[in-house]
């Protein structure tokens, strides 16, 4: 059974605002989960870009996401290194005048909360939301 993956922030298939982008506050998404396979104990959180210059470009990783409430706390879980080549969150930010991107937004369950891991691991990708796909423009 999949689980459903919102964000109040956006509508599916529309633009990202503003402040979720690299011209704004560079904010991650709210994101809010529905249905999450029972026994839920964390989530993985990735954000990447396929239309990239370079190819796959990845925005944000996280695991150890608390699946305490629909809400996901993702300042409360750990973050690895994104395409930016920094820890944490990097919204939005295609090359100006490129077409619009499009941004993949894929929530993992896991049913086992990592201890001091620098790694996913492989029990994160037992069930996986629905991919929320939003769009942003140069």
Not at 43 to 51: F, K, S, T
Not at 105 to 134: E, G, L, Y
Request: aromatic share 8%.
């Amino acid at each position: 059974m999949a689980f459903t993956l919102t964000s109040p922030a956006v509508v599916d298939g529309n633009a990202i605002p503003v402040q979720f982008t690299c011209d704004g506050n560079d904010a991650p998404l709210p994101l809010l989960v529905s249905d999450p396979p029972e026994g839920t104990r964390s989530y993985a959180v990735v954000m990447d870009d396929p239309d990239a210059p370079n190819g796959l470009f990845t925005h944000w990783m996280a695991y150890d996401v608390p699946a305490t409430a629909t809400e996901l706390k993702t300042t409360a879980g750990k973050t690895l290194r994104n395409g930016f080549g920094r820890e944490g969150y990097g919204g939005p930010c295609p090359p100006h005048g490129h077409a619009a991107h499009r941004y993949y937004v894929t929530v993992f369950a896991s049913m086992s909360r990592p201890s001091n891991c620098r790694v996913i691991p492989a029990t994160i990708s037992t069930q996986r939301s629905k991919d929320t796909r939003w769009r942003r423009h140069g």
